[in-house]
């Protein structure tokens, strides 16, 4: 008996030395276009991508999208991020120029990033995380997104409306091209303003913002007076009627950093984003659902893309913590951490109860702008409303303008409202 036991604790023995020789087992590495959804999920959350753990890639609500809401995602080899054409040299022309005050407000900045070099354990490296996405135009100095078609989705019932809109936005400080200043005390102007269908057409609001911090001026353009008029500051967190979005929400940010509580650099990471994205673009010739190529409208809920390529990406963690009248109580965002790409890949935001309410995707690709530059251009933008299933979702279209060569500050000003409808 005790031989016998001897024998079997040497065999255990060496069998676990050999063990201890092999190492490791590695994970398995996921093929290339293998689809990452509800049905596949449980399979994959253990296996790699690029090496990374799959579950360990997954930020924010992504996994509960998937599961519960039949997000998908076409999983892909990571490739380089371009940076816009001319934006890397400025930066480091400029480098060390510019700084925060007392009241965290940007002074002292010419253009190109303002800050280069980030430090999570910096207190003030979430504020600078943000004014190196919102005052800089590694988006375009102007941008003109015409015809944008917003699709208002019902999670239960489907499609509920089409809206066409226009957005513009015209940088007025931190341009890329030179004069890099129109005017140092303007931030820029950023207009959202609805076309059609004739019941809301002219709705929407176009803001001012300032590079001191101040809140914006704010102002509409009323059908029935054929008026523009000013209103409240406090409407840049309003709401954008008939959509699922705040002002503030537009193109994923449109704020100053000031006007929030406080913003958290909680660290880098990385992440599954859409950079180089493969999806159709708007088909204006088409007609009805078949315009939106881009979108799985028929399937519910309704209001998925459908599947792009996501890469992992190396992403900052970033909270912002609106004021207390703001509807939003924390902002939870995955920003783009290559340098001059700060691109919002994934956001989720929560009520003033602390639950999750919103969850905020874009995707991007690189084209050729109008001025001859390479950068990039959001493909897709879709905000979900998880408690009323509900979503605002919009796709790309090859009429949209970056660095249009005819742009000026004139057709971006409150007195050009009225022409945004023509």
């Known amino acids: 008996m005790f031989k016998t036991d001897f024998v079997r604790l040497l065999a255990a023995s060496g069998l676990a030395a050999g063990l ?4 490791p087992v590695l994970a398995e590495e ?5 689809l990452l959804n509800a049905a596949s999920i449980d399979s994959l959350l253990d296996k790699t991508l690029d090496g990374q753990p799959i579950r360990s890639v997954l930020v924010g609500q992504q996994e509960k999208m998937i599961r519960q809401y039949g997000w998908q995602m076409n999983l892909v080899k990571a490739k380089p991020v371009n940076i816009t054409s001319g934006l890397l040299e ?11 005050d007392a009241g965290k407000h ?12 980030l430090d999570p354990a910096d207190p003030d490296a979430g504020y600078k995380l943000i004014y190196n996405i919102l005052r800089v135009g590694w988006l375009g100095d102007a941008l003109n997104l015409q015809p944008l078609t917003f699709l208002i989705i019902d999670g239960k019932k489907g499609l509920e409306k089409e809206q066409g809109w226009v957005y513009r936005r015209f940088l007025m400080s931190g341009r890329l091209s030179e004069p890099h200043a129109l005017d140092p005390n ?4 950023e207009a959202l303003v609805n076309v059609y269908p004739n019941d809301t057409r002219g709705l929407g609001l176009l803001t001012v913002n300032y590079t ?5 001026d704010v102002y509409a353009y009323v059908k029935s007076l054929r008026r523009v008029r000013r209103l409240s500051s406090g409407a840049w967190a309003d709401p954008v009627q008939g959509t699922d979005l705040l002002f503030d929400d537009t193109f994923g940010l449109n704020l100053d950093p000031t006007w929030y509580e406080s913003w958290k650099l909680i660290g880098k990471r990385q992440g599954l984003g859409v950079d180089h994205s493969v999806l159709p673009s708007l088909d204006e010739k088409a007609s009805g659902k078949a315009k939106y190529p881009f979108m799985n409208l028929a399937e519910a809920p309704y209001w998925n893309f459908q599947p792009d390529n996501y890469e992992v990406k190396d992403v900052y963690e970033l909270e912002g913590k609106p004021k207390s009248n703001h509807l939003v109580s924390r902002r939870h965002m995955f920003v783009g951490a290559t340098l001059g790409a700060p691109k919002f890949y994934w956001q989720d935001h929560y009520d003033r109860k602390g639950e999750h309410w919103h969850t905020e995707f874009l995707g991007y690709k690189d084209v050729k702008w109008d001025d001859g530059r390479t950068g990039p251009t959001v493909t897709g933008v879709l905000l979900v409303d998880v408690q009323r299933l509900h979503a605002t979702a919009f796709g790309y279209s090859a009429a949209f303008h970056h660095n249009p060569p005819d742009a000026k500050a004139a057709d971006y000003t409150p007195e050009a409202l009225p022409r945004m409808l023509e």
């Open 20 to 23: 201890s020789l092999a190492g």
């Open 30 to 34: 996921v093929a290339e276009g293998t």
């Open 90 to 100: 400025l930066t480091e022309k400029h480098k060390g120029e510019a700084s925060l």
């Open 106 to 117: 940007l002074v002292n900045y010419t253009t190109g990033v303002p800050f280069p070099e």
């Open 186 to 189: 303007i931030a820029k102007y």
């Open 212 to 216: 001191d911090g101040r809140l914006p």
